[in-house]
């Protein structure tokens, strides 16, 4: 063995020694190799072509992939699975090399989500009524408890799951759950409608059955926990209480979704449901709500020509109809009642001249319907415009904006009679504190209407929704529950374990309707890090445009940001500019995230969505593109780093805009969007509303259907271009067909030039994407490296 290892050692010191001599004749003979290509890109799908002709109006076109639309022919939708299969796979190998990104973007937004998944509670008589979610299950459990012995109920944890280890008693009471809702329906768990009654005796729902795709109706006894044996209705879209909650009345949709019938149920009555009304005209839809009340339920029926609201008295559900109003269609109307006489909040025409804003009327109850007079109660006052009302028993609170700044107040109750119109200022209205910046407010449920307390929902780009409570007669206000993302937790301030230096009372604002944070450190503003500015654009025609600009302080250079530039435009909706934590991981990227408020959205009175809808909707496109060139020429953004998102008709907005400006945006993401008009609106294979065509226009008019024509991101695809990358995101579960993104997609890469640095992306979502948070990150982290990808590439 000793002989072994010496000849061993004496070996590896021979070639110690002879080891240079060896590395110089490998050297000498060492050839370096080339570098390996890149590999090729991968190539994108090529669906197959079946052109079909259509005219219309004299007019020609061919589509060579309407086949996608064919539901009901199965050999094309055997082509089309397979066309999607090919269209994941070339989308996951475009984002191969983002999966660390990916996976870090994920868990950056997965851990600014909410750990307290339940809702604050909503008192409501003698009970807490609110949602939360048990460890490991997906859906919620709607749940109340007494009021009086939960003097220390902060949220769902305390007491845990309603016990109270003190007593020894359960003291929650599960109303339903939605986790036992989704076995009955296949996995899947969706409510559209939910409404207790009046006596806190039954609980009415209605859940998405999804094989059938339509809304079924159940009521459930909330005192023995069993469902009643009527009513049971499918294709209910609308629900109201009456006489105390004995009576529940219902409306149903026929095969298109066109609500049209009212029926009235007596609950656990072995009596047949009543049948109301029935609107026979296929352009005539019905839409029932209660009054705050519970007094009286409201009627409204319209169509293309007229709107119409009748009130029935809920004490005698069976009494009739009464006709209380008529206006021309498309007119918003909301009717409530408040001691005697009944209010209507409306923008409908005045003396037949058009109005570009809500007013409020108000008329006795008791009088003949022939003779009934409506009183204006406000003056014109150019220094207010009223976005939205709401009542209790003893206070009016008005939504207001001031220029472009939103106002909370509210007026005590009842008015005095009403002569003559006044100014507001003269009713002395109580201004309610606000923070920087707000956005939108939102009323709250708001179900006890004997209650001085009124919650609201208080949104702005630099702030995470705030759930207020404010009591109007005491002027305490109490923020019920809103993330606060710097202490990573959920505030949630209720009952006795409110700190008493969070519960302020209001200052005199004057004209000022900010809070001083420095005051009232209650708002988890985010104004320290982030800043918001908003800036005066002019539009081709002179029109001015608002366009609201997001960033990081810490990040922000001039002219070597890149942004993203938000848009909606249409149904006369306010663009949503919430603070979303998403977009948080973009602005600490150094991203610029900005909202432009073009026309066709809301914000800007009724003459602003009209300006920007049917023969007008380019106005909304080259207010977009106004934003977007802003944006680069001010140096706010580097040029070429500019990308464009739009949901459902705001992906119509931002297609549009590149087709007719190609080169402005780097990149664009559509989710769910609306991409085809002229075939959707001809040729509907989904139901469209009345409203649907009031914003995009009427194919049976020349006018309109030209208009279309020059405006369908689909139709006007420019050819031998160099298009922008574009993820387009869409479901099978969306109002916009996938057949709409799809045909999207396979066009533009038809006609434009193609560029691996520039792809046209096709990605299909879950279609409960919305009812878990999780998925959603994972599908906005897909979209965000997608976008810094693109920018980096």
Known sequence: MRHLLTSLRHNQLHHRRITPQ?????????KPQKPQPPPAPPSPPKPPKKPVTFNHHGESWEDPYSWMSQLNDKVAMRHMDVYMEQEEKYTEAVMSDTERLQSKLQSEMGSRLSNDLSTPPLRWGPWLYYRRVEEGKQYPVLCRRLARANEYFISNKSPSAGFDFTSGKRIEQKLLDYNEEAENFGGYAYEELSEVSPDHRYLAYTMYDKDNDYFKLSVQDLNFGSLCSQPQADRVSNIAWAKGGLALFYVVTDQCKRPYRIYCSMIESEQDDVLLLEEPSENGYVNIRHTKDFQFVTVHVFSTTSSKIFLIDTAEPLSGMVPVWECEAQAHCILEHHQGYLYLFTDAAKDGQSVDHHYLLRSPVN???????????????????IEDVDFNDKHLVLILREGRNFRLCSISLPLSSVKEEIKLKELSPQFLPLPKNVSQIMPGPNYDYYSSTMRFTISSPLMPDAVVDYDLSSGKWNIVQQQNLLHERTKVLYGSSSSASLIQRPRNLGSNNEVNPEN????????????????DVTSYDGMIVPLTVVYSRRRKKQAENPGLLHGHGAYGEILDKRWRSELKSLLDRGWVIAYADVRGGGGGGKMWHHDGRRTKKINSISDYISCAKFLIEREIVQDNKLAGWGYSAGGLLVASAINSCPSLLRAAVLEVPFLDPTNTLL?????LTPADYEEFGYPGDIDDFQAIRKY??????QKDILYPAILVTSSFNTRFGVWEAAKYVARVREYSVYDPKHPVLLNLTADIVEENRYLHCKESALETAFLIKMMES
């Open 683 to 687: 040729n509907p294979i989904l139901p």
């Open 22 to 30: 060896i590395h110089f004749i490998f050297c000498a003979n060492y």
């Open 367 to 385: 009088c003949s319907p022939n003779g009934r007079k409506w009183d204006n109660i406000f003056s014109d006052d150019p220094e207010f415009i």
């Open 520 to 535: 009232h450190p209650t708002w988890n503003d985010l104004s320290e890090f982030y800043a918001c500015e908003v800036y």
């Open 712 to 717: 369908s991101p689909y139709d006007n695809i």
